[in-house]
């Protein structure tokens, strides 16, 4: 029987899977947790592989690295690495990205790179790294990105050998998904001068072998591994719970959008990505439940409990600052509470506000006609109850929920099929069918719409 690995590295662990190549069925599966922060040695990520790989990565005749997108691993000349990567939710370099729109205007760096810089892409980190750590900007000689990194490490190749792929080129704001080539120009904009960057390589390329012996596919970046591990269609949106809340779908051309609400990234077939990424998710639930002294179960029948709209308790859920829409020093903001509410309306109240961000970005992906005609609810927090069921009242349409699984590893695995068997299209795996959540749409919408829009004038939330 022939396995394949695909590896999820995303920002609060690693998770592996090893599936049958002819099938896609799991045959076994390995997880280890990284450290907390917003930057991170990237030796952590490469021992959490290890450690969620062991026994299954020496047993698959191909492999592929699915990564948290954007995240700065800089290396000098000799390969190593210059500093703790930044990655996407790390928001110092929110000036530099604020200066390079500046100079440029919007709708140029959109028309070139697909995005209009935030803290959260490539180009600004390295900007930040210019200016701010001067040492360390001057032994940088080359940049990649954590997948890329971690597919280097598994080839044991040095780095002037390293490889990426379309879908994480496109998130770094010096890679055009229209022309499919580098912008140097932008990276000299952004950093002061040129850095050796990986080759892009095919998306079903065997970019090396591992030093097990099994072919090693280009890896992807993590929102394009999932819509390949689900085998996204036309219509089909994609919301996915994690650290951040990432809304997407897979189209044909390419999305341009100056108003910076939807990132034009390039997918793992040949095809485009255009997504939506707030930056509070999965986090704002866990601190809440952490204050309310409850765990997962506990959390979603108290948020059950309370009623559409949580009694008046409104939230704006950019505790971490929000990248979507660009309120990059932010705070949460609860709005509505009186002497009667309660441990139930403060739980519905994170749900809802969770969620209306993403309403938000499903809004966003609209307005650039995508228009969702599924809408299917993946990653950590999609294994709430409370976030299936209240999905649909916020949303204003039904969710489909498919089967519990890392469907980022997945899209990984999928794709070390495609290289491994040299097919022209990527295999076709059954996933299952998927379960469907309906509701009518309560008075969320406009409570979050005021709180959301009274707030974007606030000082503190530019
Ligand atoms: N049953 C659950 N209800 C709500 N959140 C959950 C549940 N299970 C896991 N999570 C949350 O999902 C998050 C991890 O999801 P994941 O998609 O793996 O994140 P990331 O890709 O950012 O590493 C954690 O914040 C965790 O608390
Ligand atoms: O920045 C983005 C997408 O633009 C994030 O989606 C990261 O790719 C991290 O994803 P998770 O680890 O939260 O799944």
Redesign the pocket.
């Known amino acids: 029987m022939s396995l394949v690995a695909g590896v999820d590295s995303?920002?609060?662990s690693t998770k592996v899977l090893l599936v049958e190549t002819e099938t896609g069925e799991i045959v076994d599966s390995g997880r280890a947790s990284h450290p907390e922060g917003t930057e991170c040695p990237p030796e952590a990520w490469w021992e959490a592989l290890q450690e969620a790989g062991k026994g299954l990565l020496e047993r698959a005749d191909a492999v592929a690295v699915a990564g948290?997108?954007?995240g700065m691993v800089a290396l000098d000349a000799e390969g190593d690495v210059v500093r703790p990567a930044l990655l996407?939710?790390d928001t110092r370099s929110a000036p530099q990205a604020e200066r390079l729109t500046a100079e440029s205007g919007a709708e140029a760096w959109a028309a070139d790179t697909g995005l209009v810089l935030a803290a959260?892409f490539t180009a600004t980190k390295l900007a930040w790294l210019a200016e701010h750590e001067p040492e360390n900007a001057a032994r940088t000689a080359a940049v990649m990105l954590p997948h890329d990194w971690l597919t280097m490490k598994l080839r044991g190749v040095p780095h002037t050998e390293a490889t990426t792929d379309r879908s994480d080129a496109s998130?770094t704001g010096y890679w055009s998904p229209r022309t499919g080539a580098y912008v140097t120009d932008r990276l000299v904009q952004a950093f002061g001068r040129e850095l050796a960057l990986p080759r892009v390589a095919a998306p079903n390329e065997v970019v090396g072998r591992s030093t097990w012996g099994a072919a090693v596919a280009p890896g992807t970046?993590?929102?394009a591994g999932a819509a390949l591990g689900l085998g996204l269609g036309p219509g089909d949106v994609a919301v996915?719970l994690?650290?951040?809340g990432?809304v997407f779908g897979v189209s044909e051309v390419p999305a341009n959008d100056p108003s910076g609400l939807v990132?034009g990234?390039a997918d793992a077939t040949g095809r485009f990505l255009p997504?939506v990424?707030t930056l509070n998710?999965a986090r704002v639930l866990d601190t809440f439940r952490n204050l309310l002294g409850v765990d997962h179960a506990e959390f979603d029948a108290l948020a059950l409990a309370a009623a559409s709209g949580a009694g008046g308790l409104a939230l704006l859920p950019y505790l971490d600052g929000e990248r979507t829409p660009a309120r990059p020093n932010a705070t949460g903001v609860l709005s509505g509470i009186t002497t009667g509410a309660t441990r139930a309306d403060l739980a519905r109240a994170a749900v809802e506000g969770m969620l209306s961000a993403q309403a938000d970005g499903l809004a966003a992906m609209a307005a650039q006609g995508l228009e969702a005609s599924r809408v299917l609810l993946i990653?950590g927090a999609a294994a709430s109850e409370a976030v299936r069921r209240i999905a649909p009242t916020v949303f204003g349409v039904d969710v489909e929920v498919p089967p519990s699984a890392e469907y980022?590893a997945l899209g990984a695995a999928k794709q070390a099929a495609w290289a491994l068997t040299g097919a022209a299209e990527p295999p076709q795996w059954k996933t299952g069918g998927t379960e469907r959540y309906t509701g009518t749409a309560g008075p969320v919408a406009d409570q979050y719409a005021t709180l959301r829009d009274e707030t974007s004038s606030w000082a503190k939330h530019r």
Do not use: I, K
């Open positions: 995303s920002t609060q948290q997108q954007h996407w939710n959260s998130g970046g993590d929102n996915s994690g650290t951040s990432t990132a990234f997504l990424c998710a990653g980022v």
